[in-house]
């Protein structure tokens, strides 16, 4: 077996932290290792270490992690920001990007970043003009493998869920079946969904920068099922 990939999560705490945490639970390809604000509730089964420390100090926590790849689900919302632009880009922006000049500092390899369907540094609303922003300053930090994941309406249980985000959960799914050819990037997908194409993508060796929509998400997931046959047949034989 081949050695178990390193993962450092960022954003731990999250809907798709929590679902990547839920979906390593048991897998031996993977060794992972969250850093946190405060301490976490794991699932059931969990095998991880939980790094607990203040932000200002991730940067050593990442270090001490030893990542092949650190992941990035840290994101904030504009209510929670208090509508203040500063606020919302000290944690959308800036620590994010801390956060990948340190796990770059300790040797990682690959960084993936789940950003947002429609992000452009030309675009006009707030949130997506900024995520935009970000995966431009990451393409330029110089890893060997960058991956900006790029999903629509992200569905599953949050703590906080409003009663326009309420709605579009129940009926994103039915919007989805419209949703084809070039609209098909706009498709809401489920947390632990995107947790397994994240874990699919820490296992990708090519270099470069890589951009997913929902399509190209699919394809991954595709790619390492094959592979995942492929090495099950190779076992038996």
């Not at 050593?60 to 990035?72: E, G, H, L, Q």
């Not at 000049?101 to 993936?112: H, L, S, T, V």
């Not at 330029?140 to 326009?164: F, M, Q, T, V």
Request: hydrophobic share 45%; aromatic share 6%; proline share 3%.
């Amino acid at each position: 077996m081949s050695k178990a990939v390193r993962i450092c999560l960022v954003g731990a705490s999250g809907l798709v932290g929590s679902a990547l945490i839920r979906a390593a639970v048991g897998r031996r390809d993977v060794r992972l290792v969250a850093i946190a604000r405060r301490e976490l509730d794991l699932p059931p089964g969990a095998r991880m270490e939980v790094l607990v420390a203040d932000p200002a100090n991730w940067g050593d926590a990442i270090a001490a992690a030893r990542p092949d790849t650190v992941v990035n689900c840290l994101g904030t919302t504009w209510k929670q920001a208090g509508e203040d632009e500063a606020v919302f880009r000290a944690v959308d922006q800036d620590l994010v990007l801390a956060c990948a000049k340190w796990g770059q500092e300790a040797g990682a390899r690959q960084f993936i970043s789940v950003s947002s369907v429609g992000a452009a540094i030309s675009a006009k609303q707030f949130y997506l003009r900024v995520k935009g922003e970000v995966e431009t300053t990451l393409g330029k930090l110089g890893y060997n493998r960058l991956d900006i994941l790029r999903p629509g309406l992200l569905r599953g249980s949050r703590r906080e869920l409003r009663p326009a985000e309420r709605i579009g959960q129940v009926v994103a799914p039915l919007a989805d079946l419209f949703l084809r050819g070039g609209l098909a990037r706009y498709r809401s997908v489920r947390a632990d969904w995107l947790a397994e194409v994240i874990l699919a993508l820490a296992h990708e060796k090519a270099r470069g920068r890589f951009v997913h929509e929902h399509e190209a998400m699919e394809r991954a997931l595709k790619r390492q099922a094959y592979h995942a046959s492929i090495a099950q047949a190779q076992a038996v034989d």
